[in-house]
């Protein structure tokens, strides 16, 4: 088998297809579906690619994106999936990529963009009364806003350096559980402005050249902050809301 | 079954196109097909483009042979990113027998300009397990160089946490976190790892009989520097999935209160005895006055109750996260005041 796939291209593929509004009707579902089953683990997580990688929330949560775009969770077992999800809750309240490793902005999206698009967590949870939660909640909430710091960008772990691509992982998990009023919105911008190039695009940090990637979420952290002129975002897909409707 | 050692650099200055080379005479190169409309194209190097036309061909022909193997060694040097390319050369290892050492010491010498790659680390993975528990010390002294050069880098953790749980090696890891925070208190991963040790190791008797030595540490640290964020909420690990125990450890409460007094850096204790009143600890007159002594600019009389006064003094003292300490105030059950 030399041309075998990847679950990270199939989810950007179908991403893109969904964005620039292709029928969805024309596509192999069933295939796509039976192959990504096999990649599920014993312990709920996914390897991308059949003969073997590592595994980690990364892939977790492109199954579930790519079961939320294909209106079909057959491809994965949900209950296992969120297994691992839950061991993957470090002590202080974010998520590492794996159990055990240190909680990381990254990871911590996976989490909770797959636990939203499987249905375990419900709309606006915060604002509800509920104190029953599959996750801590209250220490994830309390993990995510210290992560904005004193320059007012956010950082992936604690005592790191601000990176534009966080306002986007942990905005964006802040913005899914319905905390993302609670940040300092005015000190994001002011943070991102001066990662934003004199040539276009984003940087990582304060000066950097641009690159392709934190562009991306440069303008995905600036679509949170509801810039005007931006379209609104499906924190949950990472594109506009527009795109997941394929409108 | 040898390989060329350390020569990674060299390839690039002395490289012969393949075309020229003897021992590819009878390979025809296969070219990438990018389809009739290929969109975004890349910009291959000539000598990019020529390397993977040939790793295609042998690819296709399933061709295990000492020359596809250096290919690969050639192709991964031009892409680390490739896992194709790094998949054909463990299927290779396999086929040839190679030595496994060897390409410990190949990965070892790529690792540094490659520290955070995905599939070199993988490689490295699969290698050890094939090992087995003889690897150990090599890679926890492979990871350990590693974080030499880049504390923090998180797939030096990961490969050295599966090391642990798979091959073992447990024995000094509570100390090598030691020396790491030694080096730098806030390193938020060796704090990480530290509760990794504390526990799941199998030489130690687990978080509750871990779990006082380890308070007093982390007092110690959260004295040293009661800015760093990473102690406290190590601290409120230890007693996860316990919080009657947590309110009810005077240490608890003391700490935030010797905080308070030096009315300096107290942001994380005044949270901390927010939370702690949250969750069922009722604060003593000393606690009403050390919040009273830090005489913030505040719009109005303290309040009676002391989490609202908390709240309010973060609403001041933490002002990025101003509207959070608000919607914390505003969650707060309405109590009798503590007086």
Known sequence: MHNGSNLASTYCALAILKAVGYNFANIDSKSILTSMRNLQQHDGSFMPIHFGAEKDLRFVYCAAAICFLLEDWSGMDRERAKAYILNCQSYDGGFGLTPGSESHGGGTYCAVASLRLMGFIEDNVLSKNTSSSIIDLPLLLSWCLQRQAADGGFQGRANKPSDTCYAFWIGSVLRMLGGYNLIDKEALRGFLLTCQSQYGGFGKCPGDLPDLYHSFYGYTAFSLLEEPGLNPLCAELGMTEFSALGI | ?339
């Open chain 2, 1 to 339: 079954m040898e390989s060329d050692e350390g020569d990674e650099q060299q390839q690039e200055a002395e490289r012969l196109p393949l075309s020229q080379r003897p021992e590819w005479s009878d390979v025809t190169p296969i070219p990438q097909d990018d389809g009739p409309n290929p969109v975004v194209p890349i910009a291959y190097k000539p000598e990019f483009s020529e390397t993977m036309s040939y790793f295609r061909a042998v690819y296709y022909s399933n061709e295990r042979s000492s020359r596809s193997f250096q290919l690969t060694k050639e192709a991964i040097c031009l892409n680390p990113g490739n896992y194709t390319v790094w998949h054909f050369r463990r299927q290779i290892i396999e086929t040839l027998h190679a030595d496994l050492q060897d390409e410990l010491a190949f990965v070892g010498r790529i690792a540094k300009s490659n520290s955070k790659n995905y599939q070199l680390w993988h490689h490295r993975r699969w290698v050890a397990e094939k090992l087995g528990t003889g690897a150990v010390n090599k890679e926890l002294q492979f990871t350990k160089k590693m974080l030499s050069l880049d504390a923090k880098n998180y797939h030096a953790w990961s490969h050295r946490q599966w090391v642990l749980q798979a091959l073992g090696g447990w024995e000094d890891e509570l100390d090598y976190c030691q020396m790491l925070l030694g080096e730098d208190i806030f390193n938020n991963s060796a704090w990480n790892q530290r509760y990794f040790v504390v526990t799941r190791s199998p030489l130690l008797g687990g978080l509750i009989a871990m779990r006082d030595s380890e308070v007093n540490f982390t007092i110690e640290a959260i004295l040293g520097n009661p800015e760093n964020e990473s102690p406290w909420r190590y601290l409120r690990g230890l007693y996860k999935d316990d919080t009657e125990s947590w309110i009810n450890d005077p240490r608890m409460s003391s700490v935030c209160l010797k905080v308070l007094s030096t009315k300096s850096n107290y942001v994380f204790a005044l949270s901390t005895l927010l939370d702690l009143i949250c969750h069922g600890f009722w604060p003593s007159e000393e606690f009403r006055e050390a919040i009273n002594a830090l005489n913030t600019p505040d719009s109005g009389p303290l309040d009676s109750d002391l989490g609202r006064a908390i709240c309010r003094v973060l609403e001041c003292v933490d002002p990025l996260r101003c509207n959070y300490w608000l919607w914390r105030k505003s969650k707060l059950p309405l109590t009798v005041s503590s007086q």
